[in-house]
């Protein structure tokens, strides 16, 4: 009796992602042709720690704009972001690839809709609670990746990143409508 017809293959790229996701635990991926955590392809970075931060960037979120626009980082480097929404609108500052920032503002739009997001600000309640009976969420949805956070109006927030070896990298705001008007940024990374 045969119970498999055919051969199972695992490729060298499965397992070395699989190895990478229990020994990175932080890291953030960019798969090709897809985007979102956990996939394979080109990693943007991971969490850092603050105390192995190189230098402390500082950037204001203002309605609907960083300042700077643009930051440049060396390979590797580790960076605290101090993020001060000057703004009167809750503002996110997260980094990713384009294609990531358009799967996070599917989520975001949807965190709005049932309102875990308000234009100046995070529900708590909402946010905490079970969302997999409304309908399109599938399962209980939180803020917490690696490299994003939320800023509401007139707060200021700490993000430190340990940055990749380089890449196509933004960061940006989520919130509907906010990218759509400008509210991202390049991250350049030095030579």
């Not at 045969?2 to 992602?17: C, G, M």
């Not at 399962?139 to 490299?147: E, L, R, T, W």
Request: aromatic letters at 6%; one cysteine or more.
């Amino acid at each position: 009796m045969q119970i498999f017809s055919h051969s199972v293959r695992v490729s060298s790229v499965a397992v070395l992602v699989v190895i990478m996701g229990l020994t990175l635990p932080n890291a953030v991926w960019a798969g090709p042709g897809e985007a979102g955590h956990g996939h394979g392809g080109q990693t943007i970075g991971e969490r850092g720690k603050a105390s192995k931060s190189t230098r402390i960037v500082q950037i204001k979120l203002i309605d609907n704009a960083y300042e700077p626009e643009s930051i440049q980082v060396k390979p590797g480097e580790t960076v605290k972001f101090v993020l001060r929404n000057d703004g009167q609108l809750l503002h996110e500052f997260n980094i990713g690839t384009a294609e990531m920032h358009a799967v996070h503002q599917k989520e975001m739009a949807m965190m709005m809709e049932h309102g875990m997001l308000t234009p100046t600000g995070v529900n708590d309640k909402a946010m905490n609670m079970d969302h997999s009976t409304m309908p399109g969420m599938a399962h209980s949805m939180k803020h917490d990746d690696p490299n994003s956070v939320l800023v509401p109006p007139g707060q200021t927030k700490e993000l430190t990143w340990k940055f990749a070896q380089g890449g196509k990298i933004e960061f940006a705001c989520n919130i509907p409508g906010h990218y759509e008007s400008g509210m991202v940024g390049n991250v350049k990374f030095q030579r």
